[in-house]
């Protein structure tokens, strides 16, 4: 069974940029759809984006032109390059995997990581 880490959050200020990681371990993640996800202090699980493994890309409007996911199958790793970070955007982010890239709920996705914490100050 596949587990998922995520890595690269931390402590940005407004306009900045982080690289979030998702490595996988115990099988490829080459084959699979790969969701972020995030939740922020009471609320609910919200869609970030997903990327298929022929590389097309489903984004919430909320990050579209900031926010880009990408994955290098050799390093079983995808990843989550955020630009022009918000407040709004903090957050705990996961990734998981799924079926398709163009699901966008929660329950659509499966082998949750542990979550690594972004925090965006104004």
């Known amino acids: 069974q596949v587990q998922l880490e995520e890595s690269g959050g931390g402590l940005v200020q407004a306009g900045g940029s982080l690289r979030l990681s998702c490595a996988g371990s115990g099988r490829t993640l080459s084959t699979y759809a790969m969701g972020w996800f995030r939740r922020a202090p009471g609320k609910e699980h919200e869609f970030v984006g997903a990327i298929s493994w022929r590389v097309n890309t489903n984004y919430a409007d909320s990050v579209k032109g900031r926010f880009t996911i990408s994955r290098d199958n050799a390093k079983n790793t995808v990843y989550l390059q955020m630009s022009s970070l918000k407040p709004e955007d903090t957050a705990v982010y996961y990734c998981?995997?799924?079926?398709?890239?163009?699901?966008?709920?929660?329950?659509?996705?499966?082998?949750w990581g542990q979550g690594t914490q972004v925090t965006v100050t104004s």
């Open positions: 998981a995997e799924g079926s398709r890239y163009d699901y966008t709920e929660k329950y659509d996705y499966e082998h």
